[in-house]
């Protein structure tokens, strides 16, 4: 039996697997939570980080292939379970950041118990909470003027790793407060501004 206090997260963007796994697990003891895609994902971990994820990897929005990436690149010590029907055996698809891989549809619903009760039995990893401590802006020049004139910036979210661009205000200050348009996370960021050039007809 698990840990009472190991964190699943069951990432599907189908309900009734979310709400099934949820039943199945929590029973076993496990402390489980849902998503329905990749972002609402993001921001579940960011509320608290899990010690195992199960993820679908086909899903709108946010594919399970993104969010594998993002997690295996921010937070290493999070466990994970690939889920698909779009793939056969229990090899860990080709490219997949996992750490263990289960066939959707193969009814065989005890290699999923085993692996993640495997993973659970480790030495529970060190993950803490996020810090509740502003993190530093991220800076970034200005990129010139978008097709109506707008001045305008482009930001990477550093959660969800998409970029898009920011129109700015003339009155905007230097350091500035925005969500990304993808995942909604809160990002602050700094202007670079680029020096300005002297007009030809002015140089004449």
Known sequence: MPSPNTRLLVVDDEPLVCKNMSIIFTALGYATRTALDGFLALAVIREEIPDIILS???MPGMSGFELLSIV????????????????????????VAADAFYQKGSHRPHVLLGAVEAMALREKSQAVRFSQRPDAPIWI??????????PYVMISCPE????????????????CNTK??????PIQYAIIHSMNTVPSAAQQ
């Open 141 to 150: 020049p200005t990129n010139g003027h978008d097709p109506s004139g707008e």
């Open 160 to 175: 969800c790793l998409r970029a898009f661009p920011q129109v700015l205000d003339k009155k905007t200050a230097r350091t």
């Open 180 to 185: 990304c348009a993808h995942c909604s996370n």
């Open 72 to 95: 295996r690149r921010r937070f290493p010590s999070i466990r994970v379970v690939a889920m698909s029907g779009a793939f056969a055996g229990t090899t860990v698809p080709p490219g």
């Open 56 to 58: 679908d990897l086909n």
